[in-house]
């Protein structure tokens, strides 16, 4: 019975309370709060449908270009390989010859003066 009575007085409270909020707030306020959340929840519905198509594309061009990403990925990986042995090579070569003869090459103040090409082993 004491719940009873309690439940009935926080429903008239709330009932109360509500009118009291309706009267400092006006209805054309409110009708117009109303309208202006639909106008953004259109809007939100339309940005997400627009990203959920640019997904799908952004999904689609993925799936048609990692094959080739994936097959270059592989390729560059031994070209550098590939690259790295051959140097390696050209290395120990020049290092024979250097032995053999020692003027084969230039010291390093001619050497700077005839290469003017880039290092790109060393980070600029």
């Known amino acids: 019975m004491e719940q009873r009575a309690e439940g ?29 959340q639909h106008l953004i929840l259109g809007r939100l519905q339309d940005s997400n449908a627009v990203l959920s198509h640019f997904n799908e594309f952004s999904e689609h061009c993925f799936a048609e270009v990692s094959g080739d990403l994936s097959r270059n990925t592989r390729l560059l990986k031994s070209m550098k390989s590939d690259l790295d042995y051959i140097f390696l090579k050209i290395r ?11 003027d084969a090459f ?19």
């Open 92 to 102: 120990s070569m020049k290092s024979r010859i250097l032995a053999t003869y020692p």
């Open 8 to 36: 009935e007085s926080i429903r008239v409270a709330s009932e109360e309370l509500s009118q009291e909020f309706k009267t400092l707030i006006k209805t054309d306020d409110l009708n117009s709060l109303n309208h202006l």
């Open 106 to 124: 230039p010291d390093e103040s001619t050497s700077e003066a005839l290469d003017r090409r880039p290092d790109l082993e060393r980070p600029q």
